[in-house]
């Protein structure tokens, strides 16, 4: 079966840097489309960042020019490199990933979840 762990949530100050990390295991990681999505507590699961098979990329506004998606397919791993973090980044942070390789902005269309990963940024 096909797993999908986060790691590197951190309690951590505004203005500082965080790397989230997604090992893949069960599947053909390099044939995925891979994506990071946050959720705040009463509130819907949000699209940050997701990367396709063949590296194409796109990005949330909010996510964009300070958040960097990207893929070591030697390690099955999908990273979110965050800056400049503000305590409006606070989440929890999923990975997912998607057979047809394809970098989906909608949460309905990824086939496998993480469990995800906390990150708290205090002002």
């Known amino acids: 079966q096909v797993h999908l762990v986060e790691s590197g949530g951190d309690l951590v100050q505004t203005g500082d840097s965080l790397r989230l990390a997604c090992l893949v295991s069960g599947g053909p990681f390099n044939e995925f489309g891979m994506g990071w999505f946050r959720q705040t507590p009463g509130s819907e699961r949000l699209f940050v960042a997701a990367?396709?098979?063949?590296?194409?990329?796109d990005y949330a506004d909010s996510a964009r020019g300070r958040f960097t998606i990207s893929r070591d397919n030697n390690a099955n791993t999908a990273y979110l490199q965050m800056t400049s973090l503000g305590p409006e980044d606070t989440a929890l942070y999923f990975c997912?990933?998607?057979?047809?390789?394809?970098?989906?902005?909608?949460?309905?269309?990824?086939?496998?979840w993480g469990q995800g990963t906390q990150v708290t940024v205090t002002s």
């Open positions: 997912a990933a998607d057979k047809s390789g394809t970098h989906w902005k909608s949460r309905s269309l990824y086939n496998y």
């Open positions: 990367i396709s098979w063949n590296n194409r990329t």
